[in-house]
């Protein structure tokens, strides 16, 4: 069996490299500054529409977006993605250890740790956002730092069971937030929707 499942999300440079000219860092950014919905901005950075709505109109959030980077479609769009959208962005592929390693010994592989890094950064803002500062230190100490039940009771002076409740608790809202907490994770995330049912 294969021992590591690569994942590789393929996104809008064109529109990365505007948004870095702008200083604009995230999708969360991007929609604040062109005044258009999280999830739109996710779906011009994942290619999941044309420019161009079936009639050819240009579609209205993307004229806003024009606008405030003061450029074309053409800026940021590829071509192969102006008529035509990417039917999945997400690609994964089961790999041996050996090929990780030469894979990861290359220039390519940078993007993917910064993207994980992003990522877990994201996590992180989004578990301090949503939940209060005893659970938020919980769920870090488990997942981030990889202690242990005993050791995370240990330093909060609570017993393993307790530990373990509010690991849970954490994780729930997490997973099934309330309406306010779902709108503190996408406000976080920076983009439509994240996955943390593995965490």
Do not use: W
Request: hydrophobic content about 35%; some cysteine.
């Amino acid at each position: 069996m294969k021992e590591y499942l690569l994942e590789l999300k393929v996104k809008n440079n064109y529109l990365s490299e505007k948004m870095k000219e702008h200083g604009i860092k995230s999708q969360a950014e991007l929609a604040r500054y062109c005044d258009i919905s999280q999830s739109q901005a996710g779906v011009m950075m994942n290619m999941k529409e044309t420019p161009y709505n079936k009639s050819g109109k240009l579609r209205p959030y993307l004229g806003k977006v024009l606008n405030a980077l003061l450029c074309s479609v053409e800026d940021i769009y590829p071509p192969e993605q102006m008529e035509r959208s990417l039917d999945k962005n997400i690609y994964r592929a089961a790999v041996q250890a050996e090929e990780l390693k030469v894979m990861l010994s290359s220039e390519a592989s940078i993007d993917g740790l910064v993207e994980y890094s992003e990522t877990v950064d994201a996590l992180e803002r989004a578990i301090d956002s949503s939940m209060n500062e005893r659970h938020a230190k919980v769920l870090k100490m488990r997942f981030f730092e990889e202690r242990t039940l005993e050791q995370v009771a240990k330093e909060l002076g609570v017993g393993r069971v307790r530990i373990k409740q509010m690991e849970q608790k954490g994780l729930r809202v997490l997973r099934s937030p309330t309406n306010d907490e779902k709108k503190k994770l996408h406000e976080c995330v920076g983009g439509p929707k994240m996955t943390i049912g593995d965490v």
